[in-house]
């Protein structure tokens, strides 16, 4: 069996049944559900060195918020998105508790059965919880704390939190001087003037 044939034929095993009986839908290598106007979407990815005698994959994790993207400037996904166009990504293996990278490898020997039972357990324990973990607009905002972006001034607008958007933006502007403009031309669209001494 060709390296695709054995990633697809685990995929089956072990997390269609899971993702279906959760409201994913599958096309090809992604799955999406969608829920209150967001798209979760998880997606397999191959190992672009995968051979006939060893096939490795691993899962990637995507939550896309159409609104905080719009609220950020960005352009919109007109069609379901792809794992790349999220607006919050993660990969399964720092999700686990070794907290790094992980991908599943296939080999002639490999049990496959318990390699799509493990995948499953993963995606159960690890993966499905962390769609959960952003179910509110502030834990959002929570996530992109430290980040001195647009999207993270976005976030805590989303958020109601209209003071802690601006001491986002205004961190942008000193610690991005390059970004200066973008920050400015956000702030003055979203925020009301700060009154002077502020």
């Known amino acids: 069996m060709d390296p695709a044939k054995r990633i697809d034929s685990v ?3 072990g997390l269609v049944p899971l993702l279906k009986a959760h409201g994913f839908a599958k096309s090809a290598r992604t799955f999406h559900r969608q829920r ?18 060893q096939a490795r994959f ?24 792809k794992e790349y ?4 990504r993660e990969r399964i293996g720092l999700l686990m508790p070794q907290a790094r990278d992980h991908w599943w490898t296939l080999a002639p ?16 324990a690890h993966g499905l919880p962390w769609f959960d ?28 939190q209209n003071e802690e958007a601006a001491r986002r933006i205004e961190r942008m502007l000193v610690e991005r001087p390059r970004a200066q403009a ?5 702030m003055a669209r979203h925020l009301p003037p700060r009154p002077v001494g502020d």
């Not at 719009?70 to 998105?81: E, I, M, R, S």
């Not at 496959?112 to 993963?122: E, G, Y």
Request: hydrophobic share 55%; net charge negative; with cysteine.
């Open 11 to 13: 995929i089956a095993q």
């Open 36 to 53: 209150d106007g967001r798209w979760h979407v998880v997606n397999v990815q191959a190992s672009s060195g995968n051979s006939a005698g």
């Open 58 to 81: 691993t899962l990637n994790l995507g939550l896309y918020l159409p609104e905080l993207d719009a609220l950020a400037g960005n352009a919109a996904v007109t069609d379901k998105p």
């Open 85 to 88: 166009d999220c607006t919050l």
């Open 109 to 124: 020997d490999t049990d496959a059965d318990a390699l799509a039972a493990d995948l499953a357990q993963a995606m159960s």
């Open 133 to 160: 973990a952003y179910a509110t607009a502030e834990l959002i905002a929570a996530h992109f704390a430290d980040a001195p972006t647009v999207l993270s001034a976005a976030a805590a607008l989303a958020a109601g």
């Open 182 to 186: 973008v920050a400015k031309a956000w």
